[in-house]
């Protein structure tokens, strides 16, 4: 299974060909494999839990800036032990 980090050398492998086949769109990637392209963010996040459940999976709209995440997001923090 990936982690995000390889989602996101996935999607920067494949940029060249999804920005000329997808620019704008909502793309989902996920084990390093281009799952689908949708008009709305919404439309890929429902696709993506459907299909995925909690991930992890890349969402990025092709053409867009790369969005900053906060670090928890980026590295879960672990489980606290009792």
Same mark, same amino acid.
């Given at each position: 299974? !990936?982690?995000l980090r390889? $989602?996101?050398? *996935? ?13 704008? =769109? ?10 689908? !392209?949708?008009?709305?963010? $919404?439309?890929? *996040? ?13 969402? =990025? ?18 489980? *606290?032990?009792?």
């Amino acid at each position: 299974m !990936a982690d995000l980090r390889d $989602e996101i050398e *996935a999607f920067q492998r494949m940029q060249r060909q999804l920005e000329a086949d997808h620019m704008d =769109r909502w793309v989902l990637v996920h084990d390093g494999q281009f799952i689908g !392209a949708f008009e709305t963010f $919404e439309l890929a *996040a429902n696709d993506a839990v459907r299909k995925f459940g909690s991930g992890p999976f890349l969402i =990025r709209q092709v053409g867009a800036p790369p969005a900053t995440l906060p670090i928890s997001v980026m590295y879960p923090w672990p489980h *606290a032990e009792h």
